[in-house]
């Protein structure tokens, strides 16, 4: 059974920083890629940044400098670290498994059937 937590979230200024979290059951984490989406409402949800099992990260180019995706296979979490937040990053974060074939992403939603709750992330302006 697929397990996603996220947290982290809130609301901040423009400029300010937040650092979200997500905790998986084994099945998902242990042998895939993962990564961080979000969904603002009326728009299709996006991958913003995913990391590979051996711990190599890749971002979208709207969070590429600000924003750091982690994880500590240790405690089968991923975390995103998000700096320089502006008001078009508001949305929900999700975590899950990232589509990734040597290096390449699908950057839009993949379908998935299960999602966690998500995070909501606001950035006034």
């Known amino acids: 059974q697929v397990q996603l937590v996220e947290s982290g979230g809130g609301l901040v200024q423009t400029g300010g920083s937040l650092r979200l979290s997500c905790a998986a059951n084994?099945?998902?984490?242990?042998?895939?890629?993962m990564g961080w989406y979000r969904r603002v409402p009326g728009k299709q949800r996006e991958l913003v940044a995913g990391i590979t099992v051996s711990g190599v990260p890749t971002y979208a180019d709207s969070v590429k400098g600000r924003f750091t995706i982690s994880r500590d296979n240790a405690k089968n979490s991923v975390y995103l670290q998000m700096n320089s937040l502006k008001p078009e990053d508001t949305a929900v974060y999700y975590c899950?498994?990232?589509?990734?074939?040597?290096?390449?992403?699908?950057?839009?939603?993949?379908?998935?059937?299960?999602w966690g709750q998500g995070t909501q992330v606001t950035v006034s302006s």
């Open positions: 899950n498994t990232a589509r990734e074939q040597r290096g390449f992403y699908y950057w839009s939603d993949p379908g998935y059937a299960y």
């Open positions: 084994d099945d998902i984490y242990r042998r895939n890629t």
